[in-house]
């Protein structure tokens, strides 16, 4: 009951996996917050985009360019404010006049002169050629009113506080100007900036001259700062763009590169799983030698290791149906048979194939169950040292002591030269019980072909950084063209007269799969003196210490 609820519980797992082939996956980006449902081609352009458009961001911080700009033509304004104001306190008339008109002409400035009560005394575009016009927007193409909106989004963006507009009044008095009261209350220097008809700032500076309550007014249009910052916007905005073009195509080479053979990929493994084409390809990708090709070439060997398994693992079923078939079928004809004869002698008999037969299924059943489990449980053991010697010599005596060698004594032969490599010098990594149970098939195997008498040798030697032990019999040998099946599962060459049943098949097969386990090799070859019979020889990686 308990395995019936195991199996339908496992194949509701399998049809949600089968329904929800990516459920893993998408919990694990719901757990992330990650936007897993975004193609990869979308989240890596976004990458390099985002990445250009913190850079682009710094086109608002050229704000605070403007800034400093500002700031120190505000020292400028004030310095010439006070450097002109002191000359002019020392002169009358017209010699203050001439003074004015070239101080404004040369400084591109426009100088003012209030007398103490607010009267206009000299203007410097009144006695010279004004020496800058303020630009009427209207008469300017529409690139400069593209830049002008431009510039007012930035500063709403920024926040910037708004620069009210200038205001030329010709021959108004000083009310007109509050930086002039506040120049005269304060007795210094004062500055302030107002924004021209085409938004480029107007410096203005008042300043007190000599102690008669004279003020001095100085403006100047600093057009130069708005085509500062403008050309620096510009430049930065085509560097920008350019390198946002180029990102977008690496960009999508990129995610041409990665996504297309993923998605080839993709598409391979999921005929794989839905397992309706056994002769799915799926691409190596063997020019590419990076990650993708790495992870191509390991799901191709991948899948070809897993159809490899499932077919070992239907022909073994097959297999165990075929070695169970005949001996359950000698014991049904032995028990229907039991009720038809009278003769006590021949039902001893009957009793006694099926009593055989039910021996030969249970010793079949075991083996099978060994051999079906030995790949899980070696792949969760810990390999510790293993003496091979000491091993050897435990089993030879063990045996010896059960008198299950029959009449082959088993000798123990250790070559010459292997103490050259120390303490250690036949010690390999491994389950010594695993271990024991290949020298057990081997020479189980090597006794059932031996005649009575022949001894069984048993050979271990270093060779480098390997430690080889050599079974050896004096059978007939193993054809050559045999020495590789026999290896196989439910495969055996029964010696003449041996009774059926006595051997699975599965001996060898066991063997050679606990000695790949420990990373080794087992080979069936011919005896090395030339000798009739088989040699059967199993290499292990040499135990390295700690």
Known sequence: MAEHHRTKRSKSSRATSSRHPLSGKASLGVRLGLPWRVSLTARILAVNVI????????LFYLDSYRRELLDERYRLAASQAEIVAHALSGTE??????????????????LRLFDAKGHLIADSFALAPPSYTLVDPATEPWLQDAARALDSGMNFVLGSPPVPPYHDNPGANASAWPEIATALANGRTEVSNEAAPDQTPVIIAATPVGDRGDALLVTRNARDITENVRMA???????????????????????????????????????????????VVVPRLPDRRDEIGLLARAVSDMSGALRQRIDAVESFAADVAHELKNPLTSLRSALESLDRVEDADLRRQLLGIAKDD??????LVTEIADASRIDAELSRTTFEPVDMLRLVRALVNEREQRGVNGNCPVEILEAAGVDAYGADRLVVPGDAGRLERVLQNLIDNAISFSPAGAPIEIMLTREAQRVVIAVSDHGPGIPE???ERIFERF????PSGEEFGKHSGLGLAIARTIVEAHFGKLRATDRIDGEHGARLVFSLPAWQGE
């Open 491 to 494: 495969h055996s060459l029964r």
């Open 93 to 110: 008339g017209d010699q203050r006049r001439d003074l004015i008109a070239r101080i404004g002409s040369s400084e591109t400035l426009r």
């Open 233 to 279: 916007r510009q430049t930065l905005a085509i560097i920008v763009g350019g390198a946002l073009g180029v990102s977008i195509l690496l960009s999508l080479f990129l995610a041409r590169t990665i996504v297309e053979p993923l998605r080839k990929l993709v598409r391979a493994t999921v005929r794989v799983r839905l397992g309706r084409d056994r002769s």
């Open 481 to 483: 063209p045999a020495r």
């Open 51 to 58: 990445a250009l458009a913190l850079l682009a961001g710094s």
């Open 358 to 363: 039910v021996r030969r299924i249970d010793f």
